[in-house]
């Protein structure tokens, strides 16, 4: 009988050097930068040929597709069924707030902090030398496995999306981007934007200059910057301290020649648990609407505060509602920005089966209408699930269970993975419970002894899963 962990500890210094290797690479989608070459811009290319690289010295297949998704290989290639594990080599922006260099892997107190230690290149990682010991210890397969990594999970899965469109779809498999004991229900996901426009009345008591909160529709913002024009500045200002007196977040004021220059500092934290954060933007707009504008300046703070402030469950658009399987819908605002007489607010929400993205679109669009704007629905992702009784979901679960003790329960999750892409697909780790949650946030670690541990639990279930069929 193999000795999962006695494996992983022969390879524990190589698993490190190749995981701070991946670290290394600042890996953020960068749209501006994009070319033919690189179609999500430089950092996911280089992500994505840094661990295919790792992977080639290691003796495995290995296939590029356009830069923007590749995938490693073990098994006879002509298997008629394929294991599949799925992961992302992108990370979000490093934002600020870090106390060490996010792209420079440290280790303190038994963690490992930077930039996608958490989500996802450790679990990634981990999940590869899992394969990795499958494969040098020659174990007998009867589905091939297939190592599959995309560029861009954390906006558009445009990497993903391409597998899909050139390559079978797997019979079966997990993506190592979330949570143990394993998560075999995933909400539905849709994001959708509301804008306002109109110019503002130049004899108005207040201007909005520009406001600017968030980077991506899945993050809570911890930042929030607005420029506003005054005819009483003095006013203005004693007004904002008084509000930041009493609001949960921080911030400061400064005048100039362009204006009152606003500053809010709030929580940063993944938007499929926007309770867990502190939303910069809608508290700064919150506050922009005690005072008076017009125009869509007025619309665009006043849709944030009467829609969308303080609630991340959606109860003032009408859409607050709970699945017995699935749980509550949850709402995040990811990105607001205002400039030249044009703002828009960007909405992403997680939903449960008993509701539908017609339905939500719908209250958006009311909502918005509400305040003079309008809104368009993005894209949107059906809510997925896969029943306790599949092989896939009893054979992580024995594992796991085997391997830590630990209680193995099926969770349904409002964070969205690559494993909703498979019919049998769900998400396996790599976060053990009790373990504090940094994913899109600064200082993200991961603790270095569960990176191990991970290892061993996803040998022994590629192990497993790879040595069945349906057949």
């Known amino acids: 009988m193999t000795d999962w962990k006695a494996e992983v500890d022969k390879r524990k210094a190589d698993l490190m050097t190749d995981l701070q290797t991946m670290l290394e690479v600042p890996s953020v989608r960068d749209d501006s930068k994009a070319t033919d070459d690189a179609p999500l811009g430089p950092g996911p290319k280089a992500g994505l040929e840094t661990f295919l690289g790792i992977a080639k010295r290691d003796g495995f297949r290995v296939k590029n597709i356009d830069n923007v998704v590749g995938y490693v290989e073990l098994g006879d290639p002509d298997a008629k069924e394929t294991l599949a594990v799925l992961a992302h080599v992108d990370e979000m922006p490093a934002g600020t707030g870090w ?3 996010p792209f420079t892997p440290t280790i303190k107190d038994g963690k490992l902090f930077a930039r996608g230690a958490s989500d996802d290149k450790g679990p990634g990682m981990a999940a590869y030398y899992g394969l990795k010991i499958v494969s040098e210890l020659g174990l007998p397969l009867k589905r091939k496995i297939r190592f599959i990594v995309g560029t861009d999970e954390e906006s558009e899965w445009t990497g993903m999306t391409r597998y899909f469109e050139v390559e079978p779809a797997p019979t079966l498999g ?54 506003v024009t005054s005819s009483d500045n003095e006013a203005f200002v004693a007004a904002f301290t008084a509000f ?79 699945d017995d399987v699935m749980g509550a819908l949850s709402m ?7 400039k030249d007489s044009h703002g828009e607010v960007t909405l992403n929400f997680r939903y449960p089966k008993n509701t539908s993205a017609e339905e939500i679109t719908a209250a ?16 949107a992702m059906e809510p997925h699930y896969v029943s306790p009784e599949d092989p896939i979901v009893k054979t992580l679960l024995n594992v796991y269970h085997e391997q830590t003790g630990l209680p193995a329960k099926e969770e349904v999750v409002g964070g969205g993975t690559y494993g909703r892409l498979m019919k049998r697909g769900v998400a ?25 541990r991970a290892s061993a639990i996803y040998a022994q279930s590629i192990a497993e899963l790879a040595a069945q069929t349906d057949d």
């Not at 130049?202 to 993050?219: H, Y």
């Not at 396996?428 to 191990?452: K, L, R, S």
């Open 428 to 452: 396996f780790g790599a976060m053990f419970p009790g373990v504090q949650d940094t994913m899109h946030q600064p200082n993200e670690f991961i603790p270095v002894d569960d990176i191990y």
């Open 364 to 379: 958006v669009v009311k909502g918005a209408e509400m305040h003079h704007g309008t809104a368009v629905a993005g894209r």
């Open 174 to 227: 997990f993506s190592p981007d979330a949570e143990f004991p394993i998560i075999n229900g995933e909400k539905g996901n849709i994001t959708l934007k509301a804008s306002f426009e109109g110019e503002q009345n130049a004899d108005t008591v207040n201007t909005l200059v520009s406001f600017a909160s968030g980077e991506r529709d899945n993050m809570v913002p911890a930042e929030a910057d607005a420029v």
């Open 332 to 338: 995040n605002i990811g990105i607001m920005n205002f």
């Open 244 to 322: 930041l007196d009493k609001a949960p977040v921080t911030g400061e004021v400064t005048t100039d020649g362009d204006g009152i220059h606003l500053h809010v500092d709030g929580k940063a934290s993944h938007g499929a648990w926007p309770e867990n954060g502190i939303n910069a933007g809608t508290y700064l707009g919150a506050f922009l609407a005690t005072q008076t504008f017009d125009g869509a300046a007025a619309n665009f703070v006043q849709f944030i505060a009467d829609d969308v402030h303080d609630d991340t469950v959606g109860a003032h658009l009408g859409v607050k509602i709970t």
């Open 99 to 101: 106390d060490t260099d």
